[in-house]
């Protein structure tokens, strides 16, 4: 298995003490697509967060191939960041006065297994922008930028907290299928938060999330293709 969480907690002091994660445990095998479903306040980015290397739990293990990244130092959760984890979030988050070629060429210096760029702007459709800033484009193609950004560095994990939340209907549909694309192409593991219960057609699993517990966990033994999904 190359995702493993087991029995993960996690704790917030505001004044009160929050659990916001009760003993979650999931799985993930390797270049599967996996969704975590729930509402606000389920516990969905805080998870996410840990995998990634962003936040440490309070209890419980996380394993990706083979390694225990809740034993890692924190200069050791920083390799597994660059190294192993691509981040996809709903604001796209990209460098405003540097260009699409840039936004990308950011990440690829600090990997030494990265794509090459001419690969990643063919890939999001976005060879023909390379040169254009971010305000020069629509949402969806600010999101395939950081699609791109995400992927260059030829992650094993790619993150995508809420992907489409910031985009319509039919640019949703092209992200996701760029998702799918990604997925199919590069065989990258694939774990993506979201709300929206019609996106867990397109995945391997699904893992609902109800006030910080596992709720439910759905495999689909066919994957609809993004592009026929409805909501």
């Known amino acids: 298995m190359f995702l493993e969480v087991a029995e993960l907690t996690k704790k917030y002091q505001v004044g009160i003490a929050t659990t916001v994660l009760k003993g979650v445990s999931i799985q993930l095998a390797k270049g599967q697509i996996g969704v975590i479903l729930g509402p606000s306040g389920s516990g969905k980015s805080t998870l996410m967060n840990i995998i990634g290397g962003v936040?440490?739990?309070?209890?419980?293990?996380?394993?990706?191939?083979?390694?225990?990244?809740?034993?890692?130092?924190?200069?050791?959760?920083?390799?597994y960041r660059r190294k192993n984890v691509g981040f996809v979030f709903q604001f796209y988050n990209l460098v405003p006065n540097l260009t699409v070629a840039e936004n990308i060429e950011v990440v690829s210096n600090i990997s030494k297994q990265s794509h090459k760029m001419s690969d990643m702007l063919s890939a999001v459709g976005l060879s023909d922008k390379k040169n254009r800033f971010p305000r020069e484009l629509s949402g969806g193609e600010q999101q395939r930028v950081s699609i791109a950004r995400a992927i260059i560095k030829n992650?094993?994990?790619l993150l995508c907290d809420e992907p489409t939340g910031a985009l319509d209907f039919e640019t949703s549909r092209g992200v996701l299928s760029l998702i799918q694309d990604v997925n199919r192409h590069f065989g990258t593991s694939i774990l993506m938060i979201t709300h929206n219960s019609a996106i867990s057609a397109m995945a391997n699993t699904v893992y609902r999330l109800r006030s910080g517990e596992v709720a439910e966990v759905t495999h689909n033994s066919e994957l609809v293709p993004a592009e026929r999904i409805e909501w």
């Open 155 to 157: 992650p094993t994990l």
């Open 55 to 79: 936040d440490r739990a309070d209890g419980g293990t996380i394993e990706i191939d083979g390694e225990r990244i809740t034993d890692f130092s924190n200069d050791q959760l920083v390799e």
